[in-house]
């Protein structure tokens, strides 16, 4: 997923900027985390908080 890479090295990264690193819309970012995080491969801990990534880019 393109989102995967920028949400690691940045998890305070907003989801415009998200966007515009990985060069999609960000109704397409949105979709990718939903599913990321429906997966278990990430997590947001509190509103507006960082992300937690546990899973590989491998994934």
Do not use: H, N
Not at 24 to 42: E, P
């Amino acid at each position: 997923m393109a989102t995967f890479k920028p949400l690691k090295d940045d998890p305070d990264i907003t989801i415009g900027s998200l966007s515009q690193k990985a060069g999609i819309a960000t109704s397409a970012v949105k979709k990718q985390l939903r599913q990321m995080t429906d997966k278990g491969y990430i997590e947001r801990r509190g509103e507006g908080g960082a992300w937690y990534v546990f899973a590989s880019p491998s994934v």
